[in-house]
Structure formats: C-alpha cells, structure tokens
C-alpha cells in the first residue's frame, strides 16, 4: 500500500481527498452538517425594541440578547462582558448608563487586576462592549480604525516622520478619511467636532490630550513641512487653574505670609519656639495650601483687596468661602487635601494670628467635619496595588 502524503480538503464543498505518492487523489470522507447554517446576514435592527432615552447596560444587554443577526455564543459572550463590566464599576448593570463618555469616565485610572481580571480577558470585555454599544447605535467612534486613509491623506502622511508624531495624528487623519473630509478643510470646527466624538461618540482615553496633540503636531508639520496645508489650528489648554497671580491681593499680605514661612523654617538653635521648624519641602506645601486657599476665597465671592493680612484671611466668613468653593470643585466631598488645607488655616490661625478661643473653636469644629477619617491606604490606592498580587505583573517591575 502506497504512504499517504496529505490529506487535501477540496474546494468543492464538504469533499475531503486523501493525496498519494503516486499523484492520484482518492475520496475519502464526506462531511455531514448536524446543524443549519448560520447566516452572515444581520437580522434586520427594526425588529428588535428599541432602546429607552437614557439606556443602561441592562438594556443595552437585553437588546443584544434578542438581536438574532448575533450568532448565540456571540451574544452569550457580551451578555458576559457587561456583567463584568459592571462588576468592575461596582454598580447593578441597571445603574449604569450605556453612554461611551460615562464609561470612560468611571474607568480612568481603573486596571484588570482591581476586578480580579488577567489582561487579556479585561481586552476581550471592552472589545465586546464596544462592539454591543455600536451594534446598538451608541458609539460611531471605534477604538482603533481598521478602514485605510484616502490617497489624498495618505501622501500627506507619507511627508510626517518619526513615530511619535506619525501615531499622534494618526487617529485623526483616519477620522477625517472616514469623514470624508480633505487636508484642505481641516479648521478648529473640525478640530471641535473631532474631540466631541472622541469624548461621545466611543470609549476612547485621554480625548482631551489625543485633541490637544493633534493640534500641536498639525501647526509644527505646517511650519516645517512645505506641501502641508498652512491653516493654523488653536492649541486647547486643559488645564483647571485656578490660583490667581499675587499681583492679585494687596502687597501686605505678600509680605506677611513670608514672614509667617519663614519663622516655620528657621532653624536657630538660639531662638526659643514652641515648634519643631519645617523643612524646605514642607515650606513650599504650606505655601500651595495656603496660595490655594486665597484663591478660592476670592472665587468663592470675597474682595481680593480686603485681604490685607493674614488675619483677615483666617476670618470665619472667609474660611467659609474658601472653603465651599475647594469642596464644590471636589464634588461636595471630604477628602484628605481639603483637610489638610483648613488644618494649615487652622494652625496659621492659632500660633500667628492667635485668634481668641471662640474663633479656634470654629476653625477646630471646621477641621473635624472635614477629616475624611480613613487612616493608612485609601480603598483607590489598595485596589491599584492589587495589581502585584499577580506575581506575573511583580517579576516584571523588578526585572
């Protein structure tokens, strides 16, 4: 009996045929289907329910559930995925909006290792949460585009080098591609409508800095690049200041808040203190508690030119102020750099302005209703440090 050299599935269908040394090729099974197949064709979306006005996961899981264009295992699989999901945002799928800019936003910081999840199985979830918000008409904006640039875009892109700089603009480039919008009509409209749907239209992270490196890269390739477009973008700043310059306030209070730093920083062994003085690092904090604090109660409604000195800045009507305006910025919460900001009003309150001992009363009650009362490590900072619980992850830091 002659070897077999390979067994050769046709390309006529269900035909297998067993390949002998001597070239002659001889039938040897048929395969039988045990089931219908399944249709590449989606179902039509009209006759699944359409979803309320503001969806969750629950619903945007009930209708993937009855979409029939889904194969079964394909749907059982992202039933599974919002389920995790919503374990990871610990709410009830029912609590939780289906909007891409919701779920990006409750995910930031967030890695697979405070779910209790491996990397590649908390990819595959998001991919299929992508998949489940597009599929249902919630997200036009994918996490990565598989569709080419235009030729047009395409002979530009040639012109950009390096990485770094090809991979920042990369994403729009493919954006307007798809958009059908040319180099040509590229402006800060475009530029506008490009960052609401990184920031609506998909889980996408960081939009706000892909928005602002776009731009920054568009205006450097326009100046050292000849046959790039010259229309100048807008460069966005993000950044939330709100510390007011000193030319702000009245020069006196300048002058005496220095004079206050520098008595915690001196450091003669002569001078007679009733405290252990502060090192340069713990100066230059007291400095930001306190510059912060007197920005915040000029925005919080008090004359910037009333504060003439430190004495009128550990005012209780100030205190106030300045202090409903860090917790309103904080989403009303006690956290622990509030605290530590009334805690150094407090004690600039007591050991240099010596206020009498009903004021420091109200400073001190101040202080203890804003200590947000969690000693050691906070449960954000357990959950990021879980993590290294995988000793995977532990002998990649170390090595």
């Known amino acids: 009996m002659l070897p077999v050299i390979a067994v050769i599935t046709s390309t006529t269908p269900f ?3 067993c390949y002998w040394r001597n070239h002659e090729s ?34 945007l899981r009930d209708q993937m559930v009855a979409d029939e264009g889904l194969t079964s295992r394909k749907r059982q699989d992202i039933s599974s995925a919002l389920r995790t999901l ?14 891409p800019g919701y779920l990006r936003e409750r995910l930031k910081g967030f890695t697979p290792a405070m779910a209790g999840l491996e990397e590649l199985r908390w990819r595959n979830v998001m991919s299929l949460v992508r998949f489940a918000l597009k599929q249902a008409g919630l997200a036009h904006v994918p996490g990565r585009y598989r569709e080419p640039m235009t030729p047009e875009w395409a002979e530009l892109f040639s012109q950009l080098e390096g990485y770094r700089t090809r991979h920042a603009l990369s994403r729009f480039a493919r954006y307007c591609s798809v958009g059908g919008i040319s180099p040509e009509q590229v402006s800060d409209g475009v530029m506008e409508k490009f960052l609401g749907d990184l920031e609506n239209g998909g889980i996408i992270e ?11 890269v568009w205006n450097a390739a326009g100046a ?10 807008t460069v966005p700043d993000y950044r939330d200041f709100y510390v007011l310059p000193w030319a702000t306030f009245p020069p006196s209070l300048k002058t005496e808040l220095d004079a206050y730093l520098a008595r915690l920083g001196d450091k003669d062994p002569l001078a007679e203190h009733d405290f252990r003085p502060l090192r340069a690092t713990s100066i230059a904090t007291r400095l930001t508690q306190i510059r912060e604090f007197i920005s915040a109660a000029v925005h919080g409604g008090h004359d910037p030119q009333a504060l003439n000195s430190l004495a009128d800045l550990v005012a209780l009507d100030t205190v106030q102020q300045g202090v409903g305006f860090i ?3 904080s989403g009303k919460r006690t956290t622990r750099p509030v605290h530590q900001i009334i805690c150094a009003i407090k004690a600039m309150a007591q050991h240099w302005v010596k ?7 109200r400073l001190q009650l101040i202080s203890r209703r804003a200590n947000p009362g969690r000693p050691g490590m906070t449960s954000k900072n357990q959950d990021r440090l879980r993590q290294f619980n995988d000793s995977k992850t532990s002998i990649w830091t170390i090595t």
């Open 355 to 361: 206020v009498d001992e009903a004021h420091l009363k």
């Open 86 to 99: 919503a374990k990871a945002l610990r709410r009830p799928l029912e609590e939780c909006p289906a909007h």
């Open 26 to 59: 001889v039938l040897v099974s048929a395969q039988v289907l045990t089931r219908s197949p399944v249709s590449t064709t989606p179902a039509s979306r009209s006759q699944l329910a359409p979803l309320p006005g503001h969806p969750t996961l629950a619903n």
């Open 15 to 17: 035909l297998d045929f």
């Open 327 to 329: 917790r309103d910025r």
């Open 224 to 233: 050292g690049i000849p046959v790039w477009p010259k229309q100048k973008l």
């Open 206 to 216: 960081k939009p706000q800095s892909i928005h602002r490196t776009a731009c920054l």
